[in-house]
């Protein structure tokens, strides 16, 4: 079975400033996708960025990029220029690929952004 | 506009009280799946599709059922609602070969 772990149940970062979420996650599988959603107080599930296992590189989607170690089984995610419309819930999905369509949750990073 | 929409939104409803929570999607995704979120557990799966007719447990089941008669819809339906179902649930899609999955705006669900 998959795991997900958050460690930071609560982070708090000074606008435009960067702040790092971390992530890590247990499995034996090879092929995988890792995501970050993004919760605001609408509660809409919103995707932040996505990382397939197999490339190396880490994506990057404006301000947002991920620290992506497989070996280490980690994936960060950094805000760069916090901005006060970050403030939400960030989750740490896992899924596998090709599988059923289920993703594992992390228990979610809710990060606040002050001025 | 490409969504996933549930219906309803809020629902306030007592012990036993049978109740369906809709979901609709309109990108023509095979794989759709059910979704319930807790304080400090994340959201862990219910029951998914991966195409009509074809439906299968999550990790946490019990207690409710699902159809998938037509493409665009996947009702989740609680027979007996009990209090520790009351939570936040999420319905999602994706298309086959695609491993994003597109979430609907959550439907607050309060059994007493």
């Known amino acids: 079975a998959q795991t997900v772990t958050q460690s930071q149940p609560e982070m708090s970062v000074q606008e435009a400033e960067t702040v790092t979420l971390s992530c890590t996650y247990d499995?034996?599988?090879?092929?995988?996708?890792l995501f970050w959603y993004k919760q605001p107080p609408s509660r809409q599930m919103i995707l932040v960025i996505r990382?397939?296992?197999?490339?190396?590189q880490n994506a990057t989607e404006n301000r947002f990029s991920v620290n992506f170690q497989k070996a280490a089984k980690s994936f960060s995610l950094k805000i760069s220029d916090s901005q006060l419309g970050d403030t939400a819930m960030y989750f740490c999905?896992?899924?596998?690929?090709?599988?059923?369509?289920?993703?594992?949750f992390g228990t979610g990073t809710r990060l606040q952004v002050t001025l | 506009e490409a969504q996933v929409t549930q219906n309803p939104r809020y629902l306030i409803t007592v012990t036993g009280k049978k109740l369906t929570v809709t979901c609709s999607q309109n990108?023509?995704?095979?794989?759709m799946s059910w979704y319930r979120q807790d304080p400090g557990l994340g959201l862990r799966q219910i029951y998914y599709?991966?195409?009509?007719?074809?439906?299968d447990k999550g990790d946490v089941p019990e207690g409710y059922k699902v159809s998938r008669k037509e493409k665009r819809n996947f009702p989740l339906i609680l027979e007996s609602p009990s209090p520790n179902q009351t939570s936040l649930y999420f319905c999602?899609?994706?298309?086959?070969?695609?491993?994003?999955?597109?979430f609907g705006p959550g439907t607050r669900l309060l059994v007493l």
């Open positions: 999602a899609s994706r298309l086959s070969g695609e491993e994003t999955q597109y």
């Open positions: 999905a896992f899924g596998i690929t090709g599988t059923a369509s289920k993703l594992t």
């Open positions: 599709s991966m195409n009509v007719e074809v439906t």
């Open positions: 499995t034996s599988e090879s092929n995988y996708y």
């Open positions: 990108m023509n995704h095979e794989y």
């Open positions: 990382q397939e296992a197999y490339k190396q």
